[in-house]
């Protein structure tokens, strides 16, 4: 099998939300290598390291302990370096003030957490065919 062409980094303090984001990629069949974070000092170190190699797309967790995602977003998106990487936040919150505070600092997309499986697959075929050119 040929070397993942596209890699898409998870963000998440919950473990299980991990695997479960990585599992709807797969059950679609989106060839990425899947990278998991627990928190946004984790990632920021990475994509530092990363050079020029970066991520197609951030999946960023906002409730984070530590360095939360609305301080990592932040950070990305006011580095010249990273600021191009698409982060996609996605989160159980469904406020608008959360919301409107994401999109106000950079973030391309925000999504709620869905509720089933099959909504994760939905979700993740959605984020594949944006950022991944997948047909």
């Not at 406020?95 to 509720?115: E, H, I, M, W």
């Amino acid at each position: 099998m040929a070397p993942a062409k596209h890699s898409i980094y998870i963000v998440d303090d919950d473990a299980d939300d991990r695997e479960s984001i990585r599992d709807a990629f797969l059950h679609s069949q989106h060839q990425a290598s899947y990278v998991f974070m627990q928190d946004g000092n984790e990632l920021v170190n990475q994509l530092k390291a990363a050079n020029p190699s970066f991520p197609s797309v951030i999946l960023l967790d906002l409730n984070m302990p530590g360095k939360d995602g609305r301080d990592t977003l932040q950070e990305i998106k006011s580095d010249s370096n990273l600021q191009h990487i698409p982060v996609v936040v996605l989160t159980t919150s469904s406020s608008a003030k959360d919301r409107q505070a994401v999109y106000k600092l950079g973030a391309n997309c925000f999504v709620t957490k869905p509720d089933t499986f099959n909504q994760f697959v939905k979700l993740t075929d959605s984020i594949a065919r944006l950022w991944l050119n997948a047909g």
